[in-house]
């Protein structure tokens, strides 16, 4: 960037100046084939390269949906631990296993990377799970209301 003003970013071939979208095709349960338009389209001059922080972490949840995380019948344990009535204290517990004295000791650079994919993770699953309440929450209300 120039001291005289806002010159166009850029992070490999993409623009870093408008707002971004994603574009979500073919979410079936966990048949997830992740797709996001255009990965890097234009965005705004993050100051902190977060457009390709964000893709990684794109792609760390798509690895999820494949390998060891998923079971031959689609269901990963999450599906279970879930539907037990266990995720937030799961998830919390991971994000405090995952954020917390281990970070940095265990492995080298790589590892605390992959630490700290998991603690993102983790927290976005958090917020699946509160959204999740809070809807259950509003659809009981409007049931109320309208008896």
Known sequence: MSKKGKEKMTLGEFSLREPFSWEVR??????????????????????????RLLKEFNDYIASTYKGHYVGEDNIQSLDLIFAAGAGRGFCQGNVLKYAGPRLGIKGGPKE?????????????????????KTKKESENEQRTVSK
């Not at 073919?26 to 457009?51: C, G, M, Q, R």
């Not at 993102?120 to 958090?126: I, K, T």
């Open 26 to 51: 073919n979410v079936v349960h966990h048949n997830y084939e992740p797709y996001i338009k255009d990965p890097f389209p234009s965005l705004p001059p993050y100051k902190y390269d977060e457009a």
């Open 112 to 132: 605390e990377r992959a630490d700290i994919l998991k603690v993102m993770h983790y927290a976005m699953l958090l917020l699946f799970l509160l959204d999740k």
